[in-house]
Nanobody, 123 residues
C-alpha cells in the first residue's frame, strides 16, 4: 500500500500563487507515474498534471504556462506550483500515484489517492 498526504491548499486571490505538496509513504517502489487531479464544485474530476520517473510531464491545456509539476524522488514528494490563479481553478486537488506509465484523464483506474486539499480562488 501507498499513502499520499497533501498539503498547501487554501484561499488565494485571483492572480495569486500556491504550492501544493504531496508526501508519499509505504510501498513507494511500486509507483511509476504521479499526478494531480482536481474536482471543481459540481463538476467531474480531471487530470491537471502528471509526471513520470524519467521527467515526462503532461498538463491540462487550461493550466499550461501557469502550473508546474515537479517530483523530488529523494524526498518522496510531489509538488504543484500554481501561479496566476483564476477563480475557475477553485477545486479540491488530489494527489495520485499509479503503477501504470500514465494517469487517466478522469482518474479511473488510479491505484492510490490522497484525501484532497481545497484550493479556493476568490477576491
Amino acid at each position: 500500500q501507498v499513502q499520499l498526504v497533501e498539503s498547501g491548499g487554501g484561499l488565494v486571490q485571483p492572480g495569486g500563487s500556491l504550492r501544493l505538496s504531496c508526501v508519499a509513504s509505504g510501498s513507494i517502489s511500486n509507483i511509476y507515474v504521479m499526478g494531480w487531479y482536481r474536482q471543481p464544485p459540481g463538476k467531474q474530476r480531471e487530470l491537471v498534471a502528471s509526471v513520470a520517473p524519467g521527467g515526462r510531464k503532461n498538463y491540462l491545456d487550461s493550466v499550461k504556462g501557469r502550473f508546474t509539476i515537479s517530483r523530488d524522488n529523494a524526498k518522496n514528494t510531489l509538488y504543484l506550483q500554481m501561479n496566476s490563479l483564476k477563480p475557475e481553478d477553485t477545486a479540491v486537488y488530489y494527489c495520485a500515484a499509479d503503477r501504470a506509465p500514465y494517469c487517466s484523464n478522469d482518474g479511473s483506474g488510479v491505484d492510490y489517492w490522497g484525501e484532497g486539499t481545497l484550493v479556493t480562488v476568490s477576491s
